[in-house]
């Protein structure tokens, strides 16, 4: 049976602002003398903010309480909206409007499933609120990927069931969590490297609604 649903994770499969996250980080690790390069920053991808500044404080010589980690995290975010106000709908990621046209038309239901706390935002400076039936964001869950709660409180949002739904990811993480949410998982971008999604390609331009849906 095809499925009913379709749950896109935000940055890398609908726009890309690793560059902001990135230079963030960058900018608060130098402000406190720790090493962070890219090599790093690849472990980051998909993992929530307080789960990224613990694997970036594995190269500090300095231990940090809760509360300076709590400041740090709140500094690095600060850093990547005023990093934010660059973002503009020709960040949207080639194939996405036309993949979200074609599921609008076909009545799919279509929600985001993203860890950032931003996901508002950054919704909001491309212009693609309208098209999505639910949004499930850092804002509303506990536990970030490979969790699969952001994913699961997307379906419901929805009125879809699990089984019903399909997760595109460019993460790894995500790959994990849309399955341990019992959903399928389209890889895209990095997560073509990941040998459990069902199904892979480079970009969504190179994603077809047909195969989406099956």
């Not at 509303?140 to 739904?165: H, Q, R, W, Y």
């Not at 997760?167 to 995500?174: L, S």
């Amino acid at each position: 049976m095809s499925k009913k649903a379709i749950i896109f994770d935000l940055d890398g499969v609908i726009v890309t602002t690793d560059q902001y996250h990135y230079k963030a980080w960058k900018k608060m690790a130098d402000e406190k003398k720790i090493n962070f390069d890219k090599t790093i920053n690849e472990r980051l991808r998909g993992v929530s903010r307080m789960e990224s500044l613990e694997i970036i404080l594995e190269k500090s010589e300095k231990k940090y309480s809760n509360l300076e980690k709590v400041e740090l995290a709140e500094r690095k975010n600060n850093y990547y909206k005023e990093f934010l106000q660059c973002v503009t709908p020709k960040d949207i990621l080639p194939g996405v409007l036309k993949i979200l046209h074609g599921l609008k038309e076909k009545g799919i239901k279509i929600a985001v499933g993203s860890s950032s706390k931003n996901t508002p935002i950054i919704l909001e400076r491309i212009g693609l609120e309208r098209f999505f039936d639910a949004v499930a964001d850092g804002n509303s869950i506990k536990n970030s990927k490979p969790d699969p709660e952001v994913f699961l409180l997307a379906a419901k949002m929805l009125g879809t069931k699990p089984e019903d739904c399909v997760v595109v990811e460019d993460a790894e993480a995500g790959v994990e969590a849309a399955l341990s949410g019992g959903m399928k998982a389209v890889g895209v971008g990095s997560a073509t490297n990941c040998s459990k999604a069902d199904y892979k390609a480079s970009s969504m331009e190179f994603i077809s609604i047909d195969e989406l849906l099956m």
